[in-house]
């Protein structure tokens, strides 16, 4: 089944404490990309990739980094986590480019005290 | 800076009734437009999406939007909706300009059907 994934799908931690958020698609796609949703505010774009080893920032890289060292894999992490950095984060992917579909993950509900 | 505006935050309908979203992007230049909806704990899922050619698009479920490139604005409608339609729905743009490539959301449509 094509699909995204992310792991993990919750996570409460304590400000910071470095985390990795997992993210990892099936379907051989290049360009990937992270998302925080928050209310109000939609989805803004923190970094994407349009291959491996190509990383870009999107709107709101602050405190953030990835890396693409696999075609299948986009981790996002944290280094010190803060908690503005409280959010719903998606992960996705797409064939080519932005212009393609997106596919989505799942979602990962990240709170930071 | 580009941008993407959704003019209804909330929107409560009853079954049956007709639907419009609107959405305005500001950038001059080419731009792809997308839909997506969001079901209550669920991502997002594309609902239609809009290259070139003809502006008016169709989409799943029987939704359809509009782009109008003299207003700036790719308008989400359905003529009936139902309860199952109950979603937030989000407005997007792709902009390219030389080696910028980026997707652009708008903030969010929350719609509440009632029975």
């Known amino acids: 089944e094509a699909q995204v994934t992310q792991n993990p799908r919750y996570l409460i931690t304590v400000t910071g404490k470095k985390l990795t958020v997992t993210c990892s698609q099936n379907m051989n796609h290049e360009y990937m990309s992270w998302y925080r949703q928050d209310p109000g505010l939609g989805l803004r774009q923190i970094y994407y990739s349009m291959n491996v080893e190509v990383t870009d920032k999107g709107d709101v890289p602050e405190g953030y980094k990835v890396s693409r060292k696999e075609k299948r894999n986009f981790p996002l992490i944290l280094e010190s986590p803060s908690p503005n950095q409280t959010s719903l984060y998606f992960c996705a992917s797409s064939r080519r480019g932005s212009s393609d579909t997106q596919y989505f993950g799942p979602g990962t509900r990240l709170t930071v005290l | 800076a580009q941008s993407v505006s959704q003019h209804n935050h909330h929107v409560i309908l009853s079954e049956a009734a007709s639907l419009e979203l609107g959405c305005n992007y500001s950038?001059?230049?080419?731009?792809?437009l997308f839909w997506y909806v969001q079901y209550p704990g669920q991502h997002l899922q594309l609902l239609l999406k809009?290259?070139?050619?003809?502006?008016l698009v169709k989409g799943i479920k029987g939704f359809e939007a509009e782009f109008i490139k003299s207003k700036f604005s790719f308008n989400l409608r359905k003529p009936s909706v139902q309860w199952s339609d109950t979603a937030e729905y989000f407005c997007a743009a792709r902009i390219v300009s030389g080696g910028y490539n980026k997707l652009i959301f708008g903030a969010g449509t929350r719609l509440a059907v009632h029975p």
């Open positions: 809009y290259f070139s050619g003809d502006p």
């Open positions: 950038y001059g230049g080419t731009v792809n």
